[in-house]
């Protein structure tokens, strides 16, 4: 847990220009392969194939090509209804776009993929673990930029579900990137999805940095999620059922 730890810290201190998202899809190869799992990226040419026009809106502003990194774990090859998708937002650099963000403080935007940094080190730890259940950790990685190509406030996208999507502030990326990653998430089939993100300043506005906040469509699940991370680690493994 320490070594992943670091992992995801490393990531996230890199300076933008050094952890782009092909950089980040190199560090999840790396760990795919030395964990023995499973590994896939798609490129732009692939997410316009898919139809992910929320995700490619965001892209289209950087010179950067966006990569959507793919990490499995088969824990219960036998089940596959027994699974759970860990989906990581992955804005290696966060402008904000043509609604660009006040310069003061922008430095720290280079950590705007810390949701993707989390994802492929719990891969690492769930790999290791090798717990009873079938594991999909997806990382959305781009940058988000006001370059000339880039979507503009009043831009209607469609996400790969077919919903359309007006953008009113084109620093609401992240959960136009996340859209199309749990899409394609659904579409192979994962019925329990856990999304982490930096996604709004808000969020440490309202609950400072004691805690961070929870939302989601089923109680129970997120009950579980806030009980995980309230348990002693020593006791989650004594209790997991590992192979």
């Known amino acids: 847990m320490a070594e992943a730890t670091m992992i995801a810290r490393n990531l996230v201190n890199e ?3 050094i952890m782009t998202p092909t950089s980040m899809a190199k560090v999840a190869h790396e760990v795919a392969e030395a964990n023995s799992l499973g ?5 732009n040419d692939d997410m316009l194939e898919k139809g992910m026009g929320a995700f490619m809106g965001v ?33 290696t650099f966060d402008t904000g776009g043509i609604s660009l963000k006040p310069a003061a403080g922008m430095e720290s935007m280079k950590g705007d993929m810390a949701g993707g940094a989390s994802v492929i080190a719990a891969m690492q730890i769930i790999a290791q673990l090798r717990p009873r259940i079938n594991v999909t950790g997806m990382v ?5 930029m006001p370059g000339g190509s880039a979507q503009r406030p009043g831009d209607v996208v469609t996400a790969m579900n077919g919903k359309t999507i007006e953008i009113i502030n084109t620093d609401a990326e992240g959960r136009l990137v996340l859209a199309d990653a749990l899409c394609l998430a659904r579409e192979r089939g994962i019925t329990r999805l856990v999304d982490i993100a930096t996604l709004t300043g808000a969020m440490v506005t309202t609950l400072g940095k004691a805690c961070t906040g929870a939302m989601g469509n089923d109680d129970g699940l997120i009950g ?20």
């Open 15 to 17: 300076p933008a220009n």
């Open 39 to 43: 590994f896939e990226v798609l490129n």
């Open 59 to 91: 892209a289209q502003g950087s010179d950067e090509p966006a990569k959507l990194i793919i990490l499995t774990y088969e824990g219960d090859p036998e089940n596959p209804g027994n699974n759970l998708g860990l989906i990581g937002k992955g804005i």
């Open 140 to 144: 959305a990685a781009t940058e988000n």
């Open 224 to 243: 579980d999620v806030i009980s995980a991370g309230k348990t002693d680690r020593r006791k989650i493994l004594a209790a997991a059922d590992v192979r």
